[in-house]
């Protein structure tokens, strides 16, 4: 039983008093609980007995309690430390608290009649035991003999645990033997499949010429139906008095006392026992039903033995296939391919051809996951699966590493070329968009090939290779396939420690931002800063933008280093502005970091303004064209959510994407900036200078400001300024400059001004 502790043994003669009030009409045994305030809510004093008020009279509970310190225990406490700390402080009477909550009082008395009240329930259960193991015994004897026939029956039953199935004549012999010793005329066993069909349905006491003329086996609709359906024994006397019978089927005999009952262990129903009508006459007892219900465990003992065999082989083969196979697409997988590329290597030594390793990449499936869902992606890698076993032999082998690496093994080749042919097939065979929850998706990939035993020997040098000429159709522009040479290795190497390093850049604090000022042409004032990212690293030195932008856009770390990009901007153009410079800061975002999400990018943004304390009118974004193109109806949706907190938009390198004048009615624009390559030749070229003048005129009929950028020599200015040109950046100006140089340069400009 469980310990004894302090909540149980409350005394029950406890009144809650004032400390102000004074004893009166003391009743014997009377512990009083002493508040101050309030005897329901106020705080808990102490405790006052009888022996206390008899020896001073005349004193309020006040006196009484404030001369002794207060004891408590909690609730939970044991009465054996409960007496320890009577003892020890030679106490009567102890409070129990929850907190400083006042519970209630124990006392030595309290305590002794708990633990007796204890003492008389153990004696009381104990006499109930001993009178039910009585009963017990000689209901025991009872059924010795009868079970001793079961016995014999069931450990036949049970032979079967070490094999895996059941055999029909065992049940055959079962339920012979079960009618044979309850004396009845009619027995059945029903086992059940797993959908909860008749599967096996074995008798006794009905001749073959009976079964055949009633034809067909139970349908489970009325009291045998009701037996699996809620799992529960039947007694029966007259079946026919029971609603639930729905009769027996023509030729069937006349059956009247009914006996069943489930087949099932721990929930789980396998078949039903029924037992009609004894021999003497006599009704089925409760005895009868114990016995018929012993047998039905024995033999759901067995056939849970056998599905759990059944159950593990299948877990088996199940566990066999994802060891060999991606469960997504149902192709094999590195394990597999491994395997299979040996094979095919040693295969390859002995008859002096060719195996060849096709590696596959998807061109911005992460985009894809990232922007529709992953769910999406998921269809996706499933087509290009199947479109993929179309375009190889029977002897080659399709293979999914992970994510959206594919790996075709060609065997037997007698040339390379055998190989690029496939990869053309591959390419032509990903052309057709994949239509998948009413999204038209165009897929490409960038395919590597290695080649044996041209490229290497063995098939992790193989692998490597193909990997290697991968990343560099990749950088060929995609959609292309490229055979593996050496320089490419030396490349495909670079970009991996390039990533690696960039996957801890952040942390270590390698990244900076430098910014270059944007110039007023008409005040020669200095108006805003574009926030340029730069990175150093401490083992490969400073690394262009160009190196390591279009890596970050690849891998995803473009998203939480351009959320530290927004930050780091904001929080510098907070700075300046409480030194006097009231500088608007452009700053750029990636297509991954605009389309990942817009309540993810708005939650940055404004993240950013709140920690810097930065105006929203003092940030402008930058995004490219090829952006507000993408997803027409998320883009708008999400600048609309930007301007709406007062945060400027301008489109970057403007003229060099998509070129579609209608966007710029759609979508709430603040300042195009043209790009370099348009500035470049504007004092010499005719066609730029035109360019140039359309841009800024119309930007002037819709009210847009324009920046121009990469302005370098005084003509270019002179040239812009004349066309009316709202502002420019370039190195005629400054060069993008650190936090330390753009001081300077602020400070010139201010001298400057004034």
Same mark, same amino acid.
């Not at 021999?279 to 033999?299: K, P, R, Y």
């Not at 998921?378 to 290009?384: A, R, S």
């Not at 943004?605 to 402008?620: F, H, I, N, R």
């Not at 995004?623 to 999400?638: V, Y």
């Given at each position: 039983m469980k310990k004894l502790t302090a909540e149980a043994c409350l005394w029950p003669h406890v009144v809650r008093v004032l400390e102000q009030e004074r004893p009166e009409n003391v009743i014997s045994k009377t512990v009083f609980a002493v508040f101050c305030g309030s005897v329901d809510e106020g705080e808990f004093c102490g405790l006052a007995c009888e022996h206390d008020i008899v020896r001073h009279p005349s004193w309020i509970f006040a006196d009484l309690t404030e001369h002794r310190p207060l004891l408590a225990v909690t609730p939970q406490t044991g009465v054996q430390r409960a007496l320890a700390v009577m003892d020890e402080h030679r106490l009567d009477v102890l409070a129990v608290l929850e907190g400083q909550k006042f519970i209630g009082a124990l006392t030595r008395q309290s305590i002794l009649e708990a633990l007796l009240a204890r003492e008389k329930t153990l004696l009381d259960e104990s006499g109930?035991?001993?009178?039910?193991?009585?009963?017990?015994?000689?209901?025991?004897?009872?059924?010795?003999?009868?079970?001793?026939?079961l016995y014999e029956a069931s450990r036949s039953l049970l032979g079967v645990l070490a094999y895996t199935s059941l055999k029909v004549d065992l049940l055959q012999t079962g339920i012979e033997v079960l009618a044979k010793l309850l004396e009845v005329r009619y027995g059945a066993i029903g086992i059940l499949d797993r959908a909860g069909a008749l599967e096996h349905f074995i008798y006794t006491g009905i001749s073959p010429e009976q079964a055949e003329q009633i034809g067909h086996l139970p349908e489970g609709r009325g009291l045998l139906g009701a037996v699996i359906k809620d799992n529960v024994s039947l007694r029966l006397d007259d079946m026919s008095q029971d609603p639930r019978n729905v009769g027996f089927p023509p030729h069937h005999p006349a059956m009247k006392?009914?006996?069943?009952?489930?087949?099932?262990?721990?929930?789980?129903?396998? #078949?039903?026992?029924? +037992?009609?009508?004894?021999?003497?006459?006599? !009704?089925?007892?409760?005895? @009868? *039903? /114990?016995? %018929?219900?012993?047998?039905?465990?024995?033999?759901?003992?067995?056939?849970?033995?056998?599905?759990?065999?059944?159950?593990?082989?299948?877990?088996?083969?199940?566990?066999?296939?994802?060891?060999?196979?991606?469960?997504?697409?149902?192709?094999?997988?590195?394990?597999?391919?491994?395997?299979?590329?040996?094979?095919?290597?040693?295969?390859?030594?002995?008859?002096?051809?060719?195996?060849?390793?096709?590696?596959?990449?998807?061109?911005?499936?992460?985009?894809?996951?990232?922007?529709?869902?992953?769910?999406? #992606?998921?269809?996706? +890698?499933?087509?290009?699966?199947?479109?993929? !076993?179309?375009?190889?032999? @029977? *002897? /080659?082998? %399709?293979a999914r590493l992970g994510g959206d690496e594919f790996v075709v093994m060609l065997a037997n080749l007698g040339h390379g070329q055998a190989a690029a042919q496939v990869a053309?097939?591959?390419?032509?065979?990903?052309?057709?968009?994949?239509?998948?929850?009413?999204?038209?998706?165009?897929?490409?990939?960038?395919?590597?090939?290695?080649?044996?035993?041209?490229?290497?020997?063995?098939?992790?040098?193989?692998?490597?290779?193909?990997?290697?000429?991968?990343?560099?159709?990749?950088?060929?522009?995609?959609?292309?396939?490229?055979?593996?040479?050496?320089?490419?290795?030396?490349?495909?190497?670079?970009?991996?420690?390039?990533?690696?390093?960039?996957?801890?850049?952040?942390?270590?604090?390698?990244?900076?931002?430098?910014?270059?000022?944007?110039?007023?042409?008409?005040?020669?004032?200095?108006?805003?800063?574009?926030?340029?990212?730069?990175?150093?690293?401490?083992?490969?030195?400073?690394?262009?933008?160009?190196?390591?932008?279009?890596?970050?856009?690849?891998?995803?770390?473009?998203?939480?280093?351009?959320?530290?990009?927004?930050?780091?901007?904001?929080?510098?153009?907070?700075?300046w502005r409480q030194s006097g410079y009231s500088l608007k800061?452009?700053?750029?975002?990636?297509?991954?970091?605009?389309?990942?999400?817009?309540?993810?990018?708005?939650?940055?943004?404004?993240?950013?303004?709140?920690?810097?304390?930065?105006?929203?009118?003092?940030?402008?974004?930058?995004?490219?064209?090829?952006?507000?193109?993408?997803?027409?109806?998320?883009?708008?949706?999400?600048?609309?959510?930007?301007?709406?907190?007062?945060?400027?938009?301008s489109i970057d390198d403007f003229g060099t994407g998509y070129s579609s004048l209608s966007y710029l009615k759609r979508f709430s624009i603040d300042t195009l900036k043209i790009d370099k390559s348009f500035i470049n030749d504007i004092a010499t070229d005719a066609n730029d200078k035109a360019i140039v003048a359309a841009v800024i005129a119309m930007a002037q009929q819709l009210n847009l400001k324009v920046v121009a950028e990469g302005v370098e020599n005084r003509e270019q200015s002179a040239f812009l300024r004349g066309l009316g040109c709202h502002s420019v950046q370039g190195y005629y100006f400054s060069k993008p400059l650190s936090v330390e140089l753009a001081a300077v340069f602020l400070q010139d400009h201010r001298q400057e001004d004034e």
């Open positions: 109930r035991l001993r009178g039910q193991l009585a009963c017990e015994h000689e209901k025991t004897k009872d059924w010795a003999e009868k079970l001793s026939h006392s009914l006996l069943a009952v489930p087949i099932s262990l721990s929930g789980r129903v396998y #078949g039903r026992i029924y +037992l009609c009508d004894k021999v003497s006459g006599e !009704t089925f007892t409760q005895v @009868e *039903e /114990d016995i %018929a219900l012993s047998f039905a465990h024995s033999l759901s003992l067995v056939l849970d033995n056998a599905r759990e065999v059944e159950e593990v082989k299948r877990a088996r083969q199940r566990l066999d296939y994802l060891a060999h196979f991606d469960p997504l697409t149902g192709l094999p997988n590195r394990t597999l391919l491994n395997d299979r590329v040996t094979q095919a290597l040693t295969h390859a030594r002995r008859m002096q051809t060719r195996v060849g390793l096709v590696f596959l990449d998807l061109d911005n499936f992460k985009l894809i996951n990232d922007t529709l869902s992953h769910a999406l #992606g998921d269809e996706l +890698l499933k087509v290009v699966a199947g479109r993929l !076993t179309t375009c190889i032999r @029977e *002897e /080659d082998t %399709a053309e097939k591959i390419l032509k065979a990903l052309e057709t968009p994949v239509t998948i929850a009413a999204h038209e998706i165009f897929i490409s990939t960038s395919i590597g090939i290695s080649i044996y035993p041209d490229h290497a020997q063995q098939t992790d040098d193989l692998l490597a290779a193909a990997d290697a000429a991968m990343y560099h159709a990749k950088k060929q522009g995609k959609n292309n396939y490229q055979f593996f040479t050496a320089e490419m290795n030396a490349e495909a190497k670079a970009y991996i420690k390039l990533e690696k390093h960039l996957r801890r850049a952040l942390e270590r604090d390698e990244l900076a931002l430098h910014y270059q000022p944007q110039i007023e042409l008409e005040s020669g004032r200095v108006i805003g800063m574009e926030a340029l990212l730069r990175w150093n690293n401490s083992e490969l030195g400073m690394i262009a933008p160009f190196d390591f932008i279009p890596l970050a856009e690849e891998t995803g770390l473009i998203v939480p280093i351009g959320a530290w990009v927004l930050q780091a901007a904001c929080v510098q153009a907070a700075k800061i452009a700053v750029n975002l990636s297509s991954r970091q605009f389309l990942c999400g817009g309540d993810d990018l708005l939650t940055t943004v404004l993240q950013a303004l709140e920690y810097s304390g930065l105006p929203p009118q003092m940030l402008e974004l930058e995004i490219t064209e090829s952006i507000l193109m993408q997803h027409l109806e998320t883009t708008l949706a999400i600048l609309e959510q930007l301007k709406a907190q007062g945060i400027s938009i």
